[in-house]
């Protein structure tokens, strides 16, 4: 099962604007990620903001997270041709009883940046 | 350098046939998961190894099966009764769990069935 929801699914803009993306999740947790992916690559990693946290920043990259709606934004400021990939949001997953956690992730974002 | 090393790059299977997939990483992660993702979508989780000899089923693990004999190797057969293979395959460690800590990728074997 999907844990998070990205929205929009595609999103297309000018090279210089900004780009904002959100997700949504369904289940407590105590960590959400947020991943790039270029096409046909693996996944990498850009930022992560603890349950306590409300905004973080990393270079051109903000991500806000509001555990009451249960949803997140990742905004990328002045955007580059070499930000076109797919942006993905994933949520740890901690079940009772097993001890075990797992990294759920939504089902994207495609951005495409047009120079 | 460090790093989570996936291979081969891209593998065809025939109708019934298994094959693995190999997954190596040098960095002392005890965690490993392995994905599926298919076109245009998001990634499921199949499997996923806390420690060596251990391992958990994840949301989609009807016809894949793993090991965990090695700290530093997590490799997924795929079998004949997984009845639609064909995919993007990512593997992916992470330091102890995903409590506040990221994953890290490899850069993923495409399966193709002919």
């Known amino acids: 099962s999907q844990q998070g929801e990205e929205d929009p699914q595609a999103l297309s803009i000018q090279e210089g604007e900004n780009a904002t993306m959100n997700c949504s999740y369904k289940?407590?947790?105590?960590?959400l990620q947020w991943y790039r992916q270029n096409s046909g690559r693996g996944l990498v990693h850009l930022i992560l903001?603890?349950?306590?946290?409300r905004e973080k920043h990393s270079g051109r990259l903000r991500v806000t997270l509001d555990t009451s709606k249960k949803s997140s934004s990742l905004l990328i400021t002045a955007s580059r041709a070499a930000d076109t990939a797919s942006y993905f949001c994933?949520?740890?997953?901690?079940?009772?009883?097993?001890?075990?956690?797992?990294?759920?992730f939504g089902q994207g974002t495609r951005l495409t940046i047009n120079p | 350098d460090g790093g989570i090393t996936q291979s081969p790059k891209y593998l065809f299977r025939k109708e019934g046939q298994n094959v693995t997939l190999s997954c190596e990483q040098n960095?002392?992660?005890?965690?490993m998961y392995w994905y599926r993702q298919d076109p245009g979508q998001g990634l499921r989780l199949i499997y996923y190894?806390?420690?060596?000899?251990?391992?958990q089923k994840g949301d989609i693990a009807e016809g894949y099966s793993v090991s965990r004999e090695k700290k530093e190797s997590f490799p997924l057969t795929v079998t004949s009764a997984q009845k639609n293979p064909t995919a993007f395959y990512l593997c992916?460690?992470?330091?102890?769990?995903?409590?506040?800590?990221?994953?890290?990728f490899g850069q993923g074997t495409r399966l193709t069935v002919v």
């Open positions: 992916a460690s992470s330091i102890q769990g995903v409590m506040n800590t990221e994953a890290f």
């Open positions: 289940t407590s947790i105590n960590n």
């Open positions: 903001i603890r349950s306590n946290e």
């Open positions: 994933a949520t740890d997953a901690i079940r009772r009883g097993q001890g075990a956690q797992k990294l759920v």
């Open positions: 960095l002392n992660h005890d965690a």
């Open positions: 190894s806390q420690i060596v000899n251990d391992f």
